[in-house]
């Protein structure tokens, strides 16, 4: 028969360890971690966009310089080079070195900020 009276507590009852705790002594042990992890992600977050925003603005500032020195190259080989330099500069561009050919083509080199493009074009 089994024994009447109040059940005795077992050692896992009286003394947690490590392996009885619940979910509450887990979050107890891990305060503040999801911050950390939280900031770690945002700031990679961050660094990532402003790489990415860098790369952008000097493929676009490349791509302006290109068409600057297209124009002006175009404008060179019609006109000469006082109208290449100042088709540049209408274009925020300036002017680093020029080439005439003997074949009546016109080569030019430009800055455009931290960008520098080159061109030629002949006429005809």
Not at 15 to 40: K, V
Not at 48 to 55: F, K
Not at 97 to 103: C, V
Request: net charge positive.
């Amino acid at each position: 028969m089994p024994r009447a009276g109040p059940p005795q507590p077992t050692t896992a009852r009286t003394r947690p360890g490590p392996d009885t705790r619940g979910r509450r002594g887990w979050r107890r042990d891990a305060n503040g971690s999801a911050a950390l992890l939280t900031l770690g992600v945002v700031a990679l977050t961050a660094a990532l966009l402003t790489g990415t925003a860098r790369l952008g603005s000097a493929a676009l500032e490349h791509q302006r310089a290109q068409a600057a020195a297209d124009l002006a190259a175009l404008a060179g080989a019609a006109a000469g080079p006082g109208d290449a330099a100042r088709v540049a500069r209408r274009n925020g561009a300036a002017v680093v070195a020029t080439a005439d050919g003997d074949d009546g083509s016109f080569g030019i080199t430009v800055r455009l900020g931290a960008a520098i493009a080159s061109a030629a074009a002949a006429p005809g």
